[in-house]
């Protein structure tokens, strides 16, 4: 078990830094920069600004001057006055025999072009926490719908309730998110007066952007365990166990369901991982301060630390979310080893 995960993040690692040059080379391909407007800035102003984010120098330079504020952490001593520049995203206070005001820090993803007030740091301590918020509500709420309502399709095969449960899911995936979010605020928001149409802060704005979000990937789930448990209950030890007089419940629940949420579990952890980094449709219909947004106005602004940091983040939790998936398959079933 320590084994796996100690490869398993070895091999976050190697992804994180395949992912980082890809992004950075295709960040600076691109015509442009960040500094790029309508009404373009004198070629003066536009020289100081590059040399002041070193992005006068070259490409490799810049790469591994990037990738050395992250990776590499720093041992500081006194007083650091707050900089943008300067802002790790880890501060450890040392014993006091190290050094006056000894620290360690860490993990610097450096300032936002967007603002000379923020860090790439900033945005994530600000933001993240509420896009994480919105996405577990949303994978609680796809988890509630989804898996029951493929459950009782796959028992109750060619009824009624599969019908319906099966309709449900179409209907869901036939509708995406900027669809339902606007009607969801309409109705429950604008006509009924039920719920906040946007906001956030308080447990009322929760209800329309997690449900919105979630019953979308609610209807994913659905299809996907009505297949898997379809497959399973055809098995030859579902018939054995039932052929040594245990009931139907104790079939389905101790032998079916948890064989057959191998499939489910393998989509729930890049699931999750997609809906906790933010997502920027229902963020910008609800008003929603989260991380959605960066990932869509960092790439038409041109603001490479902020490109880069989210993406990394977002191959950060994909591939933590893959490695608990696959710790999960051998606790659903023994038969898969670590080896």
């Given amino acids: 078990m320590a084994q796996f995960v100690f490869r398993r993040l070895l091999g976050l690692f190697a ?12 960040m600076h391909a691109i015509p442009g920069g960040p500094f ?10 536009v020289a100081i600004l ?18 050395g504020d992250i990776v590499v952490p720093r041992v500081t001593y006194g007083r650091i006055p707050p900089s943008v520049s300067e802002d790790f995203l880890i501060n450890i206070p040392l014993p006091a025999f190290m050094g006056d005001q000894a620290a360690l820090r860490w993990i610097n993803f450096g ?6 007030n923020r860090s790439v740091n900033d945005i994530f301590r600000d933001s993240l926490p509420i896009s994480f918020q919105l996405g577990s509500a949303a994978m609680a709420i796809a988890m509630a719908i989804g898996i029951p309502l493929g459950t009782i399709s796959a028992l109750r095969r060619n009824t009624i309730y599969d019908y319906a449960g099966m309709g449900v899911a179409v209907f869901g995936v036939s509708l995406p998110v900027i669809i339902t979010a606007p009607i969801l605020q309409y109705l429950f928001g604008v006509q009924m007066k039920i719920l906040p149409p946007t906001g956030w802060g308080e447990i009322e704005h929760f209800v329309l952007p997690s449900f919105a979000l979630g019953f979308v990937n609610s209807a994913l ?42 499939p489910v579990v393998t989509i729930l952890g890049p699931l999750f991982a997609v809906l906790v980094t933010g997502s920027f449709v229902v963020e910008t219909f609800f008003g929603i301060p989260g991380l959605g947004r960066y990932f869509v106005t960092s790439i038409r602004g041109r603001d490479y630390p902020v490109i880069m940091g989210t993406i990394l983040l977002f191959a950060g939790v994909v591939s933590l979310a893959n490695t608990l998936v696959d710790i999960v398959y051998a606790w659903l079933d023994p038969r898969i080893r670590f080896d």
């Fill in 15 to 26: 992804v994180l830094f395949i992912v980082s040059i890809i992004t950075f080379m295709l």
């Fill in 36 to 45: 790029s407007r309508e009404k373009p800035l004198p070629e003066a102003t």
């Fill in 50 to 67: 590059n040399e002041k984010y070193n992005l006068d120098a070259p490409v490799l330079e810049q790469y591994l001057d990037y990738v």
């Fill in 111 to 116: 300032p936002t072009y967007g603002s000379r």
């Fill in 221 to 262: 789930i659905a299809r996907l365990t009505r297949a898997s448990l379809l497959q399973v209950l055809n098995e030859d030890y579902i018939r054995t166990a039932r052929a040594k007089g245990l009931s139907e419940r104790m079939v389905v629940i101790r032998h079916a369901i948890k064989n057959g949420m191998i």
